[in-house]
């Protein structure tokens, strides 16, 4: 019986393309010889700060530092992590932790400095089951830091060279890539143990699966697992897959009043208000925080896209998110003023690409948070946005539903 389901999944998911295939493969596995983070443990002697990851098994790892803004990375070859983050609330030197998959055999940690540090040692203690990998850090200077910070060889994001293998298709199918944010080493917007890019995952699995049952068109998955994926990469994803559409999944969290409800972006100089503003800088700004700085257009260039999307590709997107906005009412909760914005993503500025940014909601909202886990959440979210498809398809200019030549 089980051997059935896994071949029935199989059938249901064969036109779903795993982004970078030729890159990532079965070494995003549990390794079952990783060592494995189980505590954070720290002590200060005046000015300096000793941290100890302590852990089962020897890690191999590289660390540097980075600026604009201050971090401290750790990689390793392979790592676990089930260590508790609540004791970095109370150290000073550290503003914030993020671990993850920063590519395939690469497990990176990103520490987020509150002020520039100097590595006066690192070491590994211990034996077998109880080893502690420790780091005494001392504040510095910024100049000091500047001069010792970088990437060093190898460290930067790899992959850019991997082509999606595209599935067999009708030449009349409509090429849909569906964009699930952040991953990996980047959680985007957290709510206790509940994760952005766990969220906008399940969705874009659930998307895929079904347009993947609906004739006339393919889905494209940029990630298919918890994997780090930077902006650019996801705009090749699409460009190399020959998409006819680009759909971008994300969702936030705000610290300040309330709001809870989707709501649908499309790309413009111009940010429809300040809390459009925000949410893209903080999404543009994604790469550079996991690690894997985004080395942006220059600005002509960048002027150029959005002068380019304003015109024809920015009328298709204007129809394309009003079109999956019919689609939603009435069985998604919208936000209640403005469910149509326009901001700045990066992820939006293909020039001949209809592309939105579905935001599903808010992490920081109870009632977001009820939809995000409950049982059929992802399935009635695609089953609208397969309706809006359509709907936007009956309308298209027929320059951007032709088939792509490669």
């Known amino acids: ?166 599935p067999d298709q009708a030449s ?70 020959r998409a006819h559409i680009f759909l971008s999944l994300h969702a936030d969290a705000i610290t300040e009043g309330e709001a809870d409800g989707m709501s649908i972006y499309t790309l413009s100089e111009e940010s429809s208000d300040q809390a459009a503003r925000a949410f893209a800088e903080r999404e543009n700004r994604s790469d550079v925080l996991a690690g894997a700085d985004l080395e942006g257009d220059a600005d002509d260039v960048t002027r150029l896209l959005i002068d380019l999307a304003r015109r024809g590709t920015g009328r298709e997107s204007d129809k394309l998110a009003r079109s999956v906005l019919s689609a939603m009412r009435g069985n998604v909760d919208l936000i209640r003023t403005r469910p149509i914005r326009q901001a700045g993503f990066f992820v939006l500025k293909s020039p001949d690409l209809p592309s939105i940014l579905i935001e599903l909601g808010f992490l920081s909202s109870e009632n977001d948070r009820k939809r995000f886990t409950s049982t059929d959440y992802a399935e009635r979210v695609a089953e609208a946005l397969v309706v809006g498809l359509h709907r936007w398809r009956a309308i298209a200019d027929p320059a951007f539903t032709a088939q792509r030549t490669p």
């Open 172 to 241: 009349s199918d409509l090429i849909v890539v569906i964009d699930p944010g952040h991953g990996g080493i980047d959680p985007g917007a957290i709510a206790g143990d509940l994760l952005e890019k766990d969220v906008v995952l399940e969705v874009a699995l659930s998307l895929a699966e079904r347009i993947s049952r609906e004739p006339g068109f393919t889905p494209v998955l940029t990630r298919s697992d918890d994997r780090f994926l930077p902006l650019r990469a996801r705009l090749r994803i699409a460009r190399e897959a």
């Open 1 to 166: 019986m089980k051997q059935f389901v896994v071949i029935l999944a199989v059938l249901l998911l064969w036109p779903v393309i795993e982004a970078d295939a030729q890159e990532n493969t079965a070494d995003t596995d549990a390794d079952e010889t990783a060592p494995i983070v189980t505590e954070i443990d720290y002590g200060t002697d005046g000015d300096r700060l000793r941290l100890a990851l302590k852990m089962r098994g020897e890690p191999v790892y590289d660390l540097f530092t980075l600026e604009e803004p201050n971090r401290l990375v750790l990689d390793f070859e392979s790592l676990e992590w089930q260590a508790d983050l609540t004791p970095l609330e109370d150290i000073d030197l550290i503003a914030d932790l993020r671990y993850g998959l920063f590519r395939p055999g690469r497990m990176r940690v990103v520490m987020d400095l509150a002020q520039p540090v100097e590595v006066e040692r690192i070491f590994i203690r211990g034996a077998d089951e109880e080893i502690e990998l420790v780091l005494d850090l001392t504040p510095t200077d910024p100049e000091t830091f500047a001069s010792r910070a970088g990437w060093p060889e190898d460290a930067r994001w790899q992959g850019e060279e991997a082509v999606p293998v595209m």
